[in-house]
């Protein structure tokens, strides 16, 4: 091969070559014992794991298999025993627990399989909450919380209390609370496990269409393979490790199987 011919080789495999997002989430040799009196439980044995800005990660595993220690972790509501943890470039592994709010507010989004939802409290309340602990000013947060609703399909529902909202209504309350921050990263825990079939494919379309569109990080735990084909890449946990990482060659898309599965009529008006 000539000169030029190879020069030429390289230049189409730098092409094709995926450039690196940056790294949002790091974890390098974590583990994490919990001390219960005199039981030390090892739920994590030295997890490394790099999830890139504009991933959409799905984590599964059984049951005890470490799961939600490790999102625990990832949402700084816990620290590690050991190994390092770097959050959007920042090392966290030590912080203190203020520091881990602090970050926690501005840099995670949380959506739950229960949804948490203040239930006195209008959506459009809900959605302010995490603004009201940032500070932001009234106006300020009354407009991001509109955009956010609109972003979840839920304009026009603003004023509804969570039980006047069905359960996939209420589940898009409980997202576009986890966006208004511009958070870095989106876990969620479940977040289909409360929902019938359609509704999670439904929820499971609004995750999809944030990473596609706005490259929002998701990372999501899900005991259902049928889920975890919506997103890109798939963890498996087992005994606290690491058992498989994988990328999903052939992705569902959400919003294609909405289009053919049938609406169910109830007195939903949107
Ligand atoms: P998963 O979410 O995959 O079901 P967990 O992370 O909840 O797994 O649990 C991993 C292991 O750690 C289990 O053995 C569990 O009993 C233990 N564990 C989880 N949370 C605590 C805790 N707060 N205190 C003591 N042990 C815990
Ligand atoms: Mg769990």
New binding site residues.
């Given amino acids: 091969m000539g000169n030029a011919a190879l020069l030429a080789t390289e230049a189409e495999h730098k092409q094709i070559e995926p450039v690196s997002e940056p790294a949002v989430i790091r974890l390098d040799h974590v583990h994490?014992v919990?001390?219960?009196g005199d039981v030390d439980?090892h739920?994590?044995r030295g997890i490394s794991l790099t999830v890139r800005k504009g991933e959409f990660i799905a984590i599964m595993?059984?049951?005890?298999?470490?799961?939600?220690?490790?999102?625990?972790l990832i949402g700084c509501l816990d620290r590690p025993t050991r190994g390092t943890y770097i959050l959007d470039g920042q090392d966290v592994s030590g912080l203190s627990k203020d520091d881990r709010a602090d970050i926690r507010n501005r840099k995670i989004g949380f959506v739950f399989q229960g949804f948490n939802l203040l239930s006195r409290t209008s959506a459009m309340e809900n959605v302010e909450l995490p603004m009201l602990y940032a500070g932001l000013t009234a106006t300020e947060r009354h407009k991001r919380s509109t955009e956010a609703l609109t972003r979840v399909g839920l304009a026009g529902r603003e004023s509804s209390h969570p039980n006047q909202l069905s359960g996939g209504q209420q589940q898009r309350v409980a997202i576009a609370r986890a966006l208004v921050n511009q958070p870095a990263i989106i876990l969620a825990?479940e977040p289909t496990g409360n929902l019938d079939s359609r509704t999670a494919v439904e929820v499971m379309e609004i995750f999809q269409r944030l990473n596609r569109e706005q490259g929002i990080t998701l990372v999501l735990?899900t005991h259902e393979h049928d889920i975890a084909e919506y997103a890109k890449r798939v963890v498996v946990?087992k005994d606290?490790k690491i058992n498989q990482d994988y990328p999903i060659t052939e992705q569902r898309d959400a919003a294609e199987e909405l289009k053919l599965l049938p609406e169910i009529t109830d007195d939903d008006d949107d």
């Fill in positions: 994490k919990y001390h219960m439980v739920a994590l595993g059984a049951s005890g298999s470490g799961k939600s220690t490790m999102m625990n825990d735990v946990f606290g």
